[in-house]
């Protein structure tokens, strides 16, 4: 029997889990990874390194990176576009409402 369809106010509390699961994530792992160079380099290397060259040359990463994520991006919306297109809960611009993926 399938389920009843979600309405917005009722994926508000699974957006939010997967929103609080996501922002867990990324501090567990920042936390690693500040523990990790601590142990590697000692917990006050940052003190002896120019931190601002290193944040300029992270920056110029995080850009190639942004591009190439957005490359991705872009390249998974034109598949999208495809399959949401033969969606049947597909408004006039190929929206999906978000409770059809939450259900």
């Given at each position: 029997?399938?389920?009843?369809?979600?309405t917005?106010?009722d994926s508000v509390?699974?957006?939010?889990?997967a929103?609080?699961?996501?922002?867990?994530?990324f501090?567990?792992?920042?936390?690693?990874?500040?523990?990790?160079?601590?142990?590697k380099?000692?917990?006050a290397?940052f003190?002896?390194?120019d931190?601002?060259?290193?944040?300029?040359?992270?920056?110029?990463?995080?850009a190639?990176y942004?591009?190439?994520?957005?490359?991705k991006?872009?390249l998974?919306?034109?598949?999208?576009?495809?399959?949401?297109?033969?969606h049947?809960?597909a408004?006039?611009?190929?929206?999906v409402?978000?409770k059809?993926?939450?259900q």
């Open positions: 029997m399938p389920s009843d369809p979600l917005p106010s509390p699974i957006v939010a889990q929103l609080a699961e996501a922002d867990l994530s501090v567990e792992e920042a936390s690693r990874r500040l523990s990790d160079g601590a142990e380099y000692g917990p290397k003190l002896e390194v931190t601002l060259q290193e944040a300029m040359d992270e920056v110029l990463d995080l190639n942004a591009r190439m994520t957005y490359i991006l872009f998974l919306q034109e598949s999208l576009k495809k399959i949401v297109s033969k049947p809960a408004d006039a611009q190929g929206f409402p978000m059809e993926f939450m």
